[in-house]
């Protein structure tokens, strides 16, 4: 029983979060929006400065002894809110009468991952635990779904190296803009250029990820801005590692403890599928309490022999952290990812996984190393068969040397052996050639000397004296 209830409350974590929700805002109640770290009462001055650019919803009255408004920006008000001078009226909690100025909001970035939180399916906050994302995709990807929060104001720095910033669905103001020409028609009206500002370009597709193996977040191009946002945020350094020899997982700021898995597919291959199978088979058991999952669709970078950049090709990461201390740091991890090795090696082909590779970091006692499972065996056995050739041609040349083995000669005309031909003597003048094996020197083409044995037709005139052969034996 205890088991099937902490399935039932892992499931809704193993839902992939598309919905990501933007969390500043810029409104009059929010506290953090003003500088004295409270919202304007009644005598105070309230002010905004003059070129900085706002909207700024409210959603109540407010009495205020002055105001100073910026030359542009946009005060969105709710039905009942609205503003009123200070009738000189006690105000319980309100005796400063000091300036009140609004926080600057320009520094809110996109591609800050502290300023997004995921969204189930339903609207409600993905709980923090089991499941988590990579840095690069806890900003929207390419096909999830922005909201901001319905009756908010925001302002966001959409500063970008990408193009353009693609999107399925953008919510604003209880409005769910999920087509190229609502969005389009959004951009011409008073707000956009108030909410939105940078170089950067939103495009909202309305369409979803079209392949079940998943799809690539879409964020490398501005995986820089992601870590120096993120980075900042703690202190511009990344915390180093119980383990000595960490992981680097793609798309992931900082190396961490643990495990990668590494998965090639086949069109068969469903994310979401395998993702639950995961969750409930093995990250749900009692031992992997303390495991924590990211597992996605990125882009490997491929090499020519270990150098040269060739391509990308797209694989499935599976990254695995736990909260493990000291020397024991990744350890319990390290056994889901070989647990998870085990499971695809019985059951990859009916997954559509076509192979499978780990690589594992420990603590002191053990030094980062990359295994290869049982799916790799394909190219285990290439790679041996490249040395048995290497190794037979290794062979054949230490035989050749020792002159235990003849191999045919194969001459090919040569452009300079062609001129000297052409300049060689008439076959009338043709002086022989030396033999090794029989010592003897080349005969005279003098037509006066005795004509030894022919060996060779006439029209060569390549002949040899023979020592074995005695002439004067045919004499009569």
């Known amino acids: 029983t205890d088991w099937v209830t902490l399935v039932s409350l892992l499931l809704p974590a193993a839902a992939t979060a598309v919905y990501k929700q933007w969390i500043p805002n810029t409104n009059f109640e929010t506290p953090s929006n003003?500088?004295?770290?409270?919202?304007?009462?009644?005598?105070?001055?309230?002010?905004?400065?003059?070129?900085?650019?706002?909207?700024?919803?409210?959603?109540?009255?407010?009495?205020?002894t002055d105001m100073y408004l910026p030359l542009n920006g946009e005060l969105v008000l709710a039905s009942?809110?609205?503003?009123?001078?200070?009738?000189?009226?006690?105000?319980?909690g309100c005796d400063s009468g000091t300036t009140v100025r609004f926080a600057d909001s320009e520094h809110h970035a996109w591609f800050d991952p502290t300023l997004w939180q995921a969204l189930s399916p339903g609207g409600e906050l993905e709980p923090s635990g089991r499941i988590f994302s990579v840095d690069e995709e806890r900003v929207p990807c390419r096909y999830d779904d922005v909201i901001f929060q319905p009756e908010t104001s925001f302002r966001v720095n959409i500063e970008s190296?990408?193009?353009?910033?693609?999107?399925?669905?953008?919510?604003?103001?209880?409005?769910?803009?999920?087509?190229p020409e609502a969005w389009a028609e959004y951009?011409?009206?008073?707000?956009?250029?108030?909410?939105?500002?940078?170089?950067?370009?939103l495009q909202v597709t309305g369409t979803g990820c079209p392949d079940k193996s998943?799809?690539?977040?879409?964020?490398?191009?501005?995986?820089?801005?992601?870590?120096?946002?993120?980075?900042?945020?703690s202190g511009s350094q990344c915390p180093v590692p119980?383990?000595?020899?960490?992981?680097?997982?793609?798309?992931?700021?900082?190396?961490?403890c643990g495990a990668t898995v590494n998965l090639d597919f086949t069109p068969d291959f469903d994310l979401q599928k395998y993702q639950d199978r995961l969750v409930q088979a093995l990250l749900s058991q009692p031992k992997y309490a303390s495991v924590r999952m990211a597992i996605s669709k990125v882009h490997k970078a491929q090499t020519f022999l270990g150098v040269i950049p060739r391509s990308s090709t797209p694989v499935i990461q599976i990254v695995l952290i736990d909260d493990g201390a000291g020397v024991q740091t990744g350890s319990t991890a390290e056994q889901l990812a070989a647990d998870i090795m085990e499971d695809i090696a019985q059951h990859g082909e009916a997954l559509g996984i076509s192979s499978g590779k780990v690589e594992m970091a420990t603590g002191s006692t053990f030094s980062g190393q990359v295994g290869s499972q049982a799916l790799t065996r394909i190219t285990a056995g290439t790679v041996l068969?490249?040395?048995?050739?290497?190794?037979?041609?290794?062979?054949?040349?230490?035989?050749?040397?020792?002159?235990k083995l003849r191999l045919p000669t194969l001459c090919l005309p040569r452009p300079w052996d062609r001129v000297e031909d052409l300049a060689s003597p008439a076959p009338g003048s043709d002086k022989g050639f030396d033999n090794p094996m029989f010592n003897v020197e080349p005969l005279s083409a003098d037509p006066?000397?005795?004509?030894?044995?022919?060996?060779?037709?006439?029209?060569?005139?390549?002949?040899?004296?023979?020592?074995?052969?005695?002439?004067?034996?045919?004499e009569t």
């Open 34 to 64: 003003w500088d004295k770290g409270r919202v304007p009462c009644a005598s105070d001055i309230v002010h905004f400065e003059k070129n900085k650019v706002v909207s700024v919803f409210v959603s109540s009255p407010h009495a205020l």
């Open 80 to 92: 009942d809110a609205g503003f009123a001078a200070f009738d000189g009226s006690w105000d319980p």
């Open 161 to 179: 190296s990408q193009q353009v910033i693609h999107l399925r669905s953008i919510s604003l103001m209880g409005q769910e803009l999920s087509s």
């Open 187 to 201: 951009l011409r009206g008073p707000s956009a250029p108030l909410q939105f500002h940078g170089n950067g370009t």
């Open 214 to 233: 998943g799809c690539a977040c879409g964020n490398a191009l501005d995986g820089h801005r992601i870590c120096a946002a993120l980075l900042g945020a």
């Open 242 to 256: 119980a383990c000595q020899s960490p992981l680097q997982p793609l798309g992931h700021c900082c190396e961490v």
């Open 385 to 403: 068969g490249l040395l048995f050739v290497l190794l037979f041609l290794r062979g054949i040349l230490f035989l050749y040397r020792r002159g």
């Open 448 to 474: 006066g000397e005795e004509t030894p044995q022919k060996m060779a037709p006439k029209d060569h005139q390549v002949f040899y004296l023979n020592p074995l052969y005695d002439a004067s034996e045919t």
